[in-house]
């Protein structure tokens, strides 16, 4: 048997403390899982992908995964810019030559919808079922996105003429990515990978479909002529364009004006009956929109014209829109042509022969604002045209009691009815004029066999209560009349008044009018066609929007005989009674009730088979309003 090496005494030490640890290392595995640190835990810098280091995994390889999948989300998302909610606009100034960047992420873009509200009334329609789920359809063709942007202030021009096309701020542009490789859209990115959105009027929009992040870029333009910041909102949606704008219809209409104020309807807001549940849900309500008004004296505003908060910020007037001091007159009416709701606004503070831009405007989607509401941006309506008078003896009216038709500027004298605190006078003297008038024509009307036989009545495709609408439609458009400035040039125009002198005291010079012996000594244009208003009111020269001739048809041929109604002949009078209306819509050449600039043409009305008959008048004091 062999012999074991003899240890010295220095290797026995040595062997009893290696045995000793060995024993100590085993108990130690035996009881412990021991972990491995990498260089790769020290310094998150190094890329997963490195293979050069070993892993040994204390957790999920699959949960692992996931939780660097979201570190990288999160690490792509900082480098894109701040995130966007689903109708949660984003309000940040931005300084000229500077771009910023958004993402809306891929959770909200395959997110929940919102909620619309109950909206407007309208004649619904019957909704079919759709058998498709969302989750199903989004997957097969993507989301429908929609990116926003409303400027809401922006950099003030060097140039000291600021009624110029210069004194227009230049643009935003927006850029939208649907590709992870261009997460930074912008002017200096690759023009392949994004579109580029122009901001026409303060106002951009994308729409497309996506089913991951959409990127968003916001560029100011460099430049010298401009100090100042811009601020804009952005939002995206996957619900509807959180601002809204409808640039090709106004649905604003200038009825008429004065030397301070304005008359603007919008269109009809339904067809449906007067009794029924949608008319009368519209006349009941809290009128919907609102309207901008400013000079156009300062064109900055057209840099902004098509954003709603641009408008709120720039625009000088308002009415029925939160945040303006001096709030201006709107509510619901079914004045005017056809009878149907529709929105009014009386407009005030405005400066004599001034040219003016009106926007329609709807503050959010008629049911609630701001974040979290589907279309909460608010939206406007392409801008219309209209102008104040110069002179100031004639004053707007609207809303009388008996001519409740009647709404547009009568002639009328400042000295004895002040613009601001005498109207309701004036309306009331007019009002109650007519109304007498009418009275007189139906104590005669109750004289007509109105309810009896077919063959007793006196015509048997009109009867008294056509009579009785036509003769107040002539009635108050002939003692009421609409009024223009003297200096107006147009043509269709009768001058009234000429001997009498102007409210200052001035009188009419010939060599200025051009005017002739024979025009003073007329009885047309020395007088007004209604007594009361030389008698009483006593408004100086001024010149009449002259009835329309259809009214004085419509009369004679609803009315029976018997009444002896008739029309001037032409050449004997009509031309200096009546006018006739336009083929241009844009024009009110003759006056009419509900008449309105841009809705006029379209709703003449002209009578078959009219004849125009000479007959004597029934009550002597009606002779000289024909």
């Known amino acids: 048997m062999p012999l074991l090496p003899k240890l010295t ?69 900082a480098e894109a810019g701040p995130a966007l909610a689903n109708n949660d606009a984003q309000n940040i100034n931005i300084n000229i030559g500077e771009t910023q960047n958004w993402v809306f ?120 002529t401009f100090v100042g910041i811009w601020n804009y909102e952005v939002a995206a949606s996957i619900d509807a364009p959180y601002h809204g704008l409808h640039q090709n219809s106004s649905n604003l209409y200038f009825v008429d004006g004065d030397n301070h104020a304005a008359l603007l309807i919008t269109n009809d807001t339904t067809e449906a009956d007067s009794n029924s549940t949608v008319y009368q849900e519209w006349m009941n309500m809290s009128p919907p929109w609102g309207v901008f008004a400013a000079n156009q004296n300062d064109t900055a505003i057209l840099g902004v014209k098509n954003s709603f908060c641009g408008l709120k910020t720039y625009a000088q007037i308002a009415a029925n829109i939160d945040g303006f001091m001096n709030q201006n007159v709107a509510k ?80 009328t004298n400042p000295d004895k009815y002040p613009p601001f605190t005498g109207v309701p006078d004036l309306a009331g003297l007019y009002d109650s004029h007519a109304a007498q008038m009418y009275q007189y024509f139906n104590y005669s009307l109750q ?59 001035s009188t009419i010079s010939y060599s200025e009018y051009g005017l002739t012996q024979q025009l003073l000594d007329a009885v047309a244009t020395n007088s007004s066609r209604n007594p009361i208003i030389d008698e009483t009111i006593r408004p100086g020269p001024y010149k009449e929007v002259l009835p329309c001739k259809d009214l004085c048809w419509d009369l004679v041929q609803s009315c029976p005989a018997a009444l002896g109604f008739g029309c001037p002949l032409p050449g ?43 007959l004597v008048g029934f009550v002597a004091v009606l002779m000289n309003l024909f």
């Not at 050069?52 to 660097?68: A, G, M």
């Not at 007793?456 to 036509?470: G, K, M, T």
């Not at 006056?591 to 600039?597: N, P």
Request: proline share 5%; hydrophobic share 35%.
């Open 572 to 614: 004997a009078g009509l031309e200096e009674s009546y006018g006739s209306r336009s083929n241009n819509s844009g024009l009110i050449t003759c006056s009419y009730l509900g008449a309105a600039y841009y809705l006029s043409g379209a709703e003449s009305v002209l009578i078959p088979g009219q004849r125009i008959v000479a």
């Open 9 to 77: 005494p220095l290797q026995s030490r040595f062997a009893a403390s290696l045995a000793a640890s060995v024993f100590l290392l085993l108990v130690y595995l035996s009881l412990t899982k021991p972990h491995f640190a990498y260089a790769l835990e020290l310094d998150s810098r190094i890329p997963s992908e490195d293979h050069n280091h070993y892993f040994i995994f204390d957790e999920d390889p699959l949960e692992l995964s996931i939780e660097v999948e979201q570190e990288e989300r999160i690490a792509a998302r």
């Open 332 to 411: 619901m009416t079914n004045r005017g042509l056809g009878g149907k709701p529709k929105e009014q606004f009386y407009i005030t503070g405005l400066n004599a022969s001034s040219n003016y831009w009106g926007m329609l405007a709807m503050v959010g989607n008629s049911t609630a604002s701001g974040n979290g509401v589907v279309g909460g941006g608010g939206t406007v309506w392409e801008y219309i045209d209209f102008q104040t008078k110069t002179e100031d003896n004639c004053a707007l009216m609207y809303n009388l009691s008996f001519c409740s038709e009647v709404a547009y500027a009568v002639p």
């Open 105 to 224: 992420p891929s959770d909200a873009v395959n997110g929940s919808h919102g909620t619309t509200g109950v909206g407007l009334p309208s004649e619904k329609l019957e909704e079919r079922e759709i058998d498709i789920e969302v989750s199903e359809l989004r997957k097969r063709a993507g989301t429908r996105v929609y990116i926003s942007l409303n400027t809401c202030l922006q950099p003030s021009s060097n140039t000291t003429n600021a009624t110029s096309n210069d004194a227009i701020p230049p643009q935003l542009t927006m850029y939208v990515s649907l590709s992870d490789s261009n997460q930074t859209p912008g002017p200096d990115a690759d023009s392949s990978t994004q579109q580029t959105i122009t901001v026409d009027g303060g106002y951009a929009l994308f729409e497309g479909t996506a089913d991951s992040s959409v990127y968003i870029g916001v560029s100011a333009p460099n430049t010298t």
């Open 447 to 505: 004289q007509i066999p109105c309810n009896t036989t077919s063959s007793s009545q006196y015509s048997l495709a009109r009867n008294c209560d056509d009579c009785a609408r036509a003769y107040k439609q002539w009635l108050c458009a002939v003692t009421i009349p609409r009024c223009a400035d003297y200096s107006n040039t147009s043509p269709y125009l009768m001058p009234r008044n000429l001997g009498q002198p102007f409210v200052n005291g």
